[in-house]
């Protein structure tokens, strides 16, 4: 495993750095800086930040926006999305 580089360009060394701040009890805030590395012109970063919520058990709702430099151009783009987890048993669960 390499941080740094890879000779592979279809499976770059990826490097993440992120923080997160509890603004209340169900709300999160965050940020991430990622870096990908490779031997060839393929290097990429992006930036998030964004916001998760847990507003009720098993449910999480997450907003962020991400600016992604890579071999094509910059790109500026926002996700939204919702999970639920039900729990079956002890050691079952299903997440939709």
């Known amino acids: 495993m390499s941080l740094w580089n890879n000779e592979n360009v279809d499976f ?6 992120g923080a997160e701040y509890k603004l209340s009890d169900p709300v999160t805030l965050f940020a991430e800086q ?3 590395f490779s031997d060839s012109t393929q290097d990429t970063n992006g930036t ?3 916001m998760k919520a847990t507003p009720w058990t098993g449910g999480q709702v997450g907003t962020s926006v ?3 430099y890579n071999e094509y151009g910059a790109r500026v783009f926002a996700n939204l999305g919702l999970n639920q987890t039900w729990q079956i048993n002890e050691k079952w669960s299903v997440d939709g």
């Open 34 to 36: 990622e870096f990908t």
């Open 66 to 68: 991400a600016q992604e």
């Open 12 to 17: 770059p060394a990826r490097t993440l750095l």
């Open 48 to 50: 998030r930040i964004g």
